[in-house]
């Protein structure tokens, strides 16, 4: 299974602020939603919170300390390793790690593919995402998406891939 991290950042690093995505971007989202459909997500608690709802026509697993926790349409797990092997035992060919900044930063090591959807603004946020090691990701493709009406930013969907070192 390919373990993939998809995730859209703003120019100076951040992807969060006050538990919300702190821009609106239909065209991010269809991109999100057509990528990781029929595949697990992976989600820290307040990212799933922040959501509301399971996400359709995905497993969504839920990473949390709270032992109490329970959502129907969710598998709650309590640490990354149990979330990894949800995934795995789903027999997906592919996983998604959706945020939030914490279960980002902990499961790089994990990652074969990162979908990466640059925001070309600058924004305040509070929650960043984690500074990568460029020697260890190659660019497979970027496409580039001009704002229009309902985007309110240009944007740029890079995917990069793990170099694998032998």
């Given at each position: 299974?390919?373990?993939?991290?998809?995730?859209?950042?703003?120019?100076?690093g951040?992807?969060g602020?006050?538990n919300?995505i702190?821009w609106?971007?239909?065209?991010?989202?269809q991109?999100f939603?057509?990528?990781?459909?029929?595949?697990?997500?992976?989600?820290?608690?307040k990212?799933?919170?922040?959501?509301?709802k399971?996400?359709?026509?995905?497993q969504?697993?839920?990473?949390?300390r709270?032992?109490?926790?329970?959502?129907?349409?969710?598998?709650?797990?309590?640490?990354?390793?149990?979330a990894l092997?949800t995934?795995?035992?789903?027999?997906?060919?592919?996983c998604?790690?959706i945020?939030?900044?914490?279960?980002y930063?902990?499961?790089?090591?994990?990652?074969?593919k990162?979908?990466?959807?640059?925001?070309?603004?600058?924004?305040?946020?509070?929650?960043?995402?984690?500074?990568?090691n460029?020697?260890?990701?190659?660019?497979?493709?970027?496409?580039?998406?001009?704002?229009?009406?309902?985007?309110?930013?240009?944007?740029?969907f890079?995917?990069?891939?793990?170099?694998?070192?032998?």
């Amino acid at each position: 299974m390919t373990v993939s991290a998809i995730v859209a950042v703003s120019e100076n690093g951040y992807i969060g602020k006050e538990n919300q995505i702190p821009w609106h971007l239909p065209k991010d989202l269809q991109y999100f939603k057509k990528t990781t459909l029929g595949h697990p997500v992976i989600m820290g608690k307040k990212s799933f919170l922040s959501m509301g709802k399971p996400l359709p026509g995905r497993q969504n697993i839920v990473i949390t300390r709270d032992t109490m926790m329970y959502h129907s349409g969710c598998d709650v797990v309590h640490g990354i390793p149990e979330a990894l092997l949800t995934a795995y035992q789903s027999q997906a060919s592919e996983c998604f790690i959706i945020g939030g900044g914490e279960i980002y930063k902990q499961t790089i090591p994990f990652w074969d593919k990162l979908y990466f959807t640059r925001v070309h603004a600058t924004i305040e946020g509070d929650v960043s995402f984690p500074e990568l090691n460029a020697d260890e990701w190659q660019e497979i493709s970027s496409h580039f998406i001009e704002k229009d009406e309902k985007n309110t930013f240009d944007m740029t969907f890079i995917v990069y891939e793990r170099l694998k070192h032998t």
